[in-house]
């Protein structure tokens, strides 16, 4: 598809004054400001890149006043206060979201005690044992197995290979490949020999979560593992049973949260953090990547380091560390 510039200000409702010779450039596509061709559109928004900004060979460029001036004159620069999300909007209009094709491939299993939603995409391979609901313009992706005991709400996307039972998935999530939602989480007595308790409770995902490739979300063993709304989870992120997580939460790669902990609203948790179990993060926390947490954590504190701590006394105590003989 193409997108004329004047079409692309109107959407994001920005206040451009643009020639008439501007305003009829089309746009063809998206790319970085590095390799953008004449006939796309770009962004900038972090100063390392400045360099780029100046010898884009963009059509067009989302941009900072301050850094208006810098872009090149052929480039025709439009001026916002958020260059990326503005870009990224413009980037799904070239590039939408799949929609199901309500085809359900004779290569899947489905059990006769489950229901199927309307409009609903199931590939091959997959299987979707008893009780079992899946609603409306949902798609189920190869060799997926969606085990029993499992609510999936409308316009969700599983992707190939995930393995999910005993939850509970809210509207509009995407689960990427690979993902085991609902598995027994890790617990057991320990007496000369381990005795593993039974796992009961589920998984309960809110609505529009983004849930990364090869993460593990075990379901409670007495109560429930919750995730709440607009919660986006990467790769290879392990949460174990019983945990809580509040709304519009960021877990960056190969972090753990161990059993029990209770994280509020708007944390950030950096990549390669381990959480310890039995914790309560407050709200609005920032946890640096590679920190371990083993205390609990009070609201709006900034935290790094092993054991994580008041990210400004981990600094000072980095830089000691390092002139000391």
């Not at 199927?116 to 997926?144: F, H, L, P, R, Y």
């Not at 890790?186 to 490739?213: L, P, S, W, Y």
């Amino acid at each position: 598809m193409s997108l004329t510039i004047s079409q692309i200000v109107n959407i994001l409702k920005l206040n451009i004054p643009l020639s008439k010779e501007d305003e009829r450039k089309i746009i063809n596509g998206v790319n970085n400001l590095n390799d953008s061709l004449n006939d796309q559109i770009s962004f900038f928004h972090n100063i390392k890149y400045i360099d780029k900004l100046k010898k884009t060979n963009a059509r067009a460029c989302f941009v900072d006043i301050k850094f208006a001036d810098l872009i090149p004159k052929e480039c025709i620069s439009l001026v916002t206060k958020n260059p990326y999300k503005d870009f990224i909007l413009i980037s799904n209009y070239f590039h939408p979201k799949r929609k199901s094709n309500g085809q359900i491939s004779k290569h899947s299993f489905i059990n006769n005690k489950s229901t199927i939603g309307k409009n609903v995409e199931i590939q091959e391979g997959v299987i979707v044992k008893g009780n079992v609901m899946i609603g409306d313009n949902t798609i189920v992706c190869s060799n997926s197995v969606i085990g029993n005991n499992s609510y999936i709400s409308s316009d969700v996307v599983i992707e190939s290979n995930c393995s999910i039972t005993n939850c509970k998935i809210g509207k509009k999530c995407l689960i990427q490949s690979g993902a085991v939602i609902g598995s027994d989480g890790f617990g057991f007595a320990i007496d000369n020999k381990f005795t593993e308790i039974k796992h009961i409770g589920e998984v309960q995902i809110g609505e529009n979560v983004n849930i990364g490739c090869n993460t593990s979300i075990a379901r409670g063993s007495l109560k429930n593992t919750i995730i709440g709304n607009n919660v986006r989870i990467d790769n290879l992120v392990q949460i174990a049973h019983n945990v809580q997580i509040g709304n519009n939460c960021i877990i960056a790669s190969q972090s753990g949260i161990a059993g029990s902990t209770i994280i509020g609203n708007n944390v950030i948790i950096g990549g390669q953090v381990g959480i310890a179990g039995h914790l309560k993060i407050g709200n609005n926390v920032k946890i640096a990547g590679k920190s371990g947490v083993i205390k609990n954590v009070q609201d709006n504190s900034v935290i790094g380091g092993y054991p994580a701590q008041n990210i400004r006394d981990w600094h000072r105590s980095t830089i000691k560390l390092k002139f000391m003989k």
